[in-house]
């Protein structure tokens, strides 16, 4: 027997052999009756979000199912819900607002059970579509491919079971032409076998904005979205569902001509922030040879609006989406397009983005020698301030190489504590990881704890240290009084005057 | 005797074998005793404009000399303001208040003698320093090289001159580490030659953001500056020095630590937006190829602010800063800070936008097929909307490609009156131009004119004509008019469903 853990609670579950959940199945339709059902297809860092803002929706009252496999890696967060624990760990208070709303309301179960797509009113698919990497040993892309077969077995299941009236809400950040060119057909062909008319069901694309942290549920639900569907109808259709989940008093739903444009125009929001932080990483290490402070240089420029959306250095792009975005863009140009040419900057934006670590680990070396034996605190481990999000994190990377010269780490965290793609555990209490044993402290992630009074003074009277700051905590006054005392080097920061 | 054309004046003044302007400026000088004197080196368009912000400064009264060389493109301006005509046609009515303030006050000379520099309180440095680019037959960037030759000379004419007191203020767009490694050595240089003392001259660098257009002299007198000292006391002279030019009440001045700081913001800046419109030009084929609308996805994407900076569709880049800045930025991190990277992702940005002439073409002939013998009117030649700046700017080369496909060409521009670059004059009357003998229109620069409804009216009105639009003027409904009785084409946008 097949066991799945849960990372949050601790608790490990059984996964059944016979895989049958009709019975709560038909239990929960039976109990709402008098309910539209929605199925969420994937419960990841969006789909179960989106699940929640459907349960909690502004202008009908939804009964929500929330589809996920049963394998060891999602089988737990079926369980977790249905136990009335929440499968992830948020720092917007909305969540658990809304979550116990739900279990008061009994209006959502979570299934493995492709049966809960039979009485679905619309079907939003929220599963993830990777992109396989090939990097060389400085980390620079060499290739990548895009395999569609998980999602299309995903569709496929959809199309076997749905009503033929059903809409299906592709979320899921997509190879612009996927609607069009794959789901389409898919569920066409499977309607067509099933002798059911293919006319009346309605397909539409419209792309999340997620953003887990503090205003996780107002990334859905007061957030602007764009939305095409396969025809007229199917916008409409599209429209009518959104507008009673998004508060469209806080924010603007627009709708694009087609689902190759509103596929693409996710994709291109996305290329854009990672080319832009690509943009930053060569200036960082210019900036750093030329013995000047790239920061102050952003500020400067920033002034201007037009030049608002200057990045920062750091250490690194991270999260599931500007890691693999570009690379969906220019591989869909291609093969669904028919295009000989790559989105070349795009492609070249993820590749100087995925060796930041290791300009990261090259710089610490350079400027604090060896660190073997030394022990080592990491202060933040997931990719992005305020987030308990370790998904693709350019930390892992950097934490290995530290780790691989013998040095001793110690993870800090407060917003994960169990780093899963690590299998390790994280801290939470800063005060009694920040003693006087640590020779070097790396300042990872851009956390408002970190960034407190309280803790910068803790970090300035920790003595002898090193600091290496990664992400810019440290105001120019700060670093004069640390540099009295410490060796102390920013990333992206020439050595000050 | 050697001949200088004003182009705006059509006058002609003959360049002096023998150059001595001594008495003028005795003169001058001898008129405005109880003044400090301004010499502005460079009468282009930032040192033309930067010397009438001067002669109309804000809490101090200066007397200003223009300088520059006694040449066939630069000689007019010389005579030309001395003769009362200001050497620019501008749509900012602050221009001739201010030039006509100064021509009352007399308080504004120009002249080709370096004798100038021996009276200057402050020399602002406003010449040009250039890019030389190869380029292969598909206008790809293959090689480039920065030749500073000319602007040390300009600088040892400054130090052979310049009093030993001086305050030297480089405005002019310089490699990074040129104020440090360049300036500095040859004025100090020619100081000791001259048996003056070296401490007590100052040097900084504030780069201007100069904008041609209806807010010219607002781009200089009322915008954000940054700057920077090659000591703290070259700092505070500059910084002593902006605040009587400049309305600090109405933007703020920042000082950074290192005049390598303000050279390397001023190119990061222009890199920057370089490199957002390279972005915009691979997705704008994307969308052409998947039969999309780039610009409703940039709308619908703009709607957040982190992705404000996100550009629209083109026809290319122009002007004197975009279409090199990344190239000097390259140049001096290798050959001043002793980098073996190159700034890959900005010379790219370069390489592509310089391409975007040669994409525009190629797909005017997709679309329209040949255009030999037809009449072809260009809207357009400037390289920005409502700016009579032709330098670099891409419809030049769009203009070639067309002329040499045997079209007959026909250009407008109400900003224009003479296309110096190409030597020819450009018409100014639009209805004049519009009429029915028209095989081909294609709007090639924004100016509001053309965005009027009485100018979209005419361009709807007249027929057959097929219509090539590269700045996308005409909204979705007046597309779809269009497209009804004229074959119409946009740039970044796919053909219409």
Known sequence: MKISKSPISGKSYSIPNTLDDSDEIKKFILN??????IVVQ???FVGAVMALVCANSITEEYAVIGVDLPNENTYWKIRSINDGIFPLIADDPKISKFFDNAVANGNFLATYDSLAYQYA???IVDINLDVQKISDAKDRLK??????EGFKSAIQSIGKNCREDVLV???TTVPPGTCDQVVKPIIEEELVKRELPIKNYQLGHSYERVMPGPQYI???REFPRVYAGISEASADAVEKFLKTIIDISKCEITRLEHTNATEMAKVLENSYRAMNIAFAVEWSRFAEEAGVDLYAMVNAIRARPTHANLMYPGIGVGGYCLTKDPLLASWARKSHFG?????EMSINGVSINDQMPKFAFSRLVEVFGDVSGKKVVFLGVSYRGDVGDTRFTPVESLVKMVRETGAKIVLHDPFVRYWEEQKCN??????????????LIIISAGHSKYKLESTIDKLMSLSPALIYDTIGLFNKEQLLILQSKHKVSVLGRGDLK
Chains 1, 2 share one sequence.
Do not use: R, Y
């Open 32 to 37: 709402h009756s008098d309910k539209k059902i």
């Open 42 to 44: 994937g419960l990841g």
């Open 121 to 123: 009113d619309v079907i």
């Open 143 to 148: 290739d990548f491919d895009v395999n569609l």
């Open 169 to 171: 809400l592709v979320e």
């Open 218 to 220: 107002n990334s859905i």
């Open 339 to 343: 295009a000989k040419s790559d989105l």
């Open 426 to 439: 994280v801290e939470s209490d800063l005060n009694g990881v920040l003693d006087s044993t640590i020779d």
